[in-house]
């Protein structure tokens, strides 16, 4: 059972039929498409109407949720008790404070995040601190 040179040789061969490609056409033509994406996002509120911006920060914001959820419930096996009822407060926070009491919308963007982020410190005492209880395990 002694390989020897051989043996070193063989493991050299067979590794050597495998090669990775860091920089490949695909990626270069999807690096430019999603450059491409951003400038024209960039420029969107210049041609686009208040409604197709609203649509799409909707959606992308969805996305975001989804992919959170995914890694969470779905690869990690954990499902958060809390994340829901932040992400809402911001959210209901954000138009009471622009639609209520008119505050400028970037202005209400920062408020509401602070405000959520202050009740989900709060909470987070509350939970983590007193009881240890802040995740369910899902499986």
Request: with cysteine; net charge neutral; proline share 1%.
């Amino acid at each position: 059972m002694n390989n020897g040179a051989n043996g070193d040789e063989n493991q050299l061969s067979e590794l050597a039929q495998y090669r990775i490609e860091t920089k490949t056409r695909a990626s270069a033509i999807l690096a430019l498409a999603g450059v491409a994406l951003v400038l024209i996002f960039a420029v969107l509120p210049v041609f686009a109407g208040r409604g197709l911006i609203q649509d799409l920060i909707f959606v992308f914001y969805m996305l975001a949720l989804a992919q959170c959820w995914n890694l969470l419930a779905g690869y990690a096996g954990l499902v958060s008790v809390g994340q829901q009822a932040f992400v809402g407060l911001g959210g209901y926070l954000l138009f009471a404070l622009t639609i209520g009491v008119g505050i400028d919308p970037i202005a209400a963007v920062v408020l509401s995040g602070l405000f959520a982020a202050a009740f989900a410190v709060e909470t987070a005492f509350d939970c983590v601190i007193r009881s240890r209880l802040y995740y369910k395990i899902s499986r």
